[in-house]
């Protein structure tokens, strides 16, 4: 068996807010939020769901999402991409939760540190790798099955809000971020995040089955 998924996304900001490009290592606390996050969604979807439909869908004005605290966003769909997604999490059956992979985490972290600095988008490197490329520098595939997908978030302000805007998935025909994130290809995930000089933020999950990290 060999599946290959990629999917990324992009927020557009309603206002100019700046450049900001340091690279970002990370802490464990971070991977464990992270981590947390998605196993939630991925192992109790129809909760999910709630958390979804309090934290997003009341604040939709047209096609402006306009959170208190929070940057205002321009969507391409409105409410209606979060309307599907809560509808979607809703019938969704349980998932497996995922184990974070060192290898993995190191694999998406490689690609925000080069973005960071760059301001490019995308699943591949300046130099042409691509995601399975980036997690066979830091692990190895099993010859005899194994599957690997990458989600990119850019301008997710945060943990929480990078993986509900995976799956509400804006202006993403196919929901392909929707439909990564709640695989049951997967047994482990890794994450990466970094400032980014365009979007402010980006978040990169990278996922796996029969992968080892070196």
């Not at 909760?47 to 096609?63: N, S, V």
């Not at 933020?201 to 996922?207: H, I, L, N, P």
Request: glycine share 8%; net charge negative; aromatic share 10%.
């Amino acid at each position: 068996m060999a599946v290959f998924v990629m999917t990324l996304s992009c927020n557009k900001e309603a206002e100019d807010n700046g450049n900001n490009s340091n690279e970002n290592s990370g802490s464990s606390d971070d991977y464990t939020l992270l981590l947390q996050e998605l196993n939630a969604a991925r192992t109790n979807p129809a909760a999910y769901a709630k958390i979804i439909e309090t934290a997003y869908l009341p604040y939709y004005e047209g096609t402006y999402l306009k959170i208190p605290g929070a940057l205002v966003l321009i969507t391409n769909e409105g409410k209606a991409a979060c309307e599907e997604a809560i509808s979607f999490m809703k019938e969704q059956s349980s998932m497996a939760a995922l184990e974070l992979n060192t290898g993995l985490n190191k694999a998406a972290q490689n690609l925000c540190n080069e973005q960071s600095k760059s301001g490019d988008t995308g699943h591949f490197s300046a130099d042409g790798k691509a995601p399975k490329d980036r997690m066979q520098l830091f692990g190895t595939f099993s010859p005899a099955a194994w599957a690997c997908g990458e989600s990119i978030s850019y301008g997710s302000p945060s943990a929480r809000r990078a993986v509900i805007d995976m799956l509400i998935d804006d202006g993403v025909n196919s929901r392909g971020h929707r439909t990564t994130l709640m695989s049951g290809n997967w047994t482990h995930v890794g994450f990466g995040w970094a400032s980014h000089p365009t979007y402010r933020t980006m978040y990169v999950m990278d996922f796996a089955a029969g992968y080892a990290a070196d």
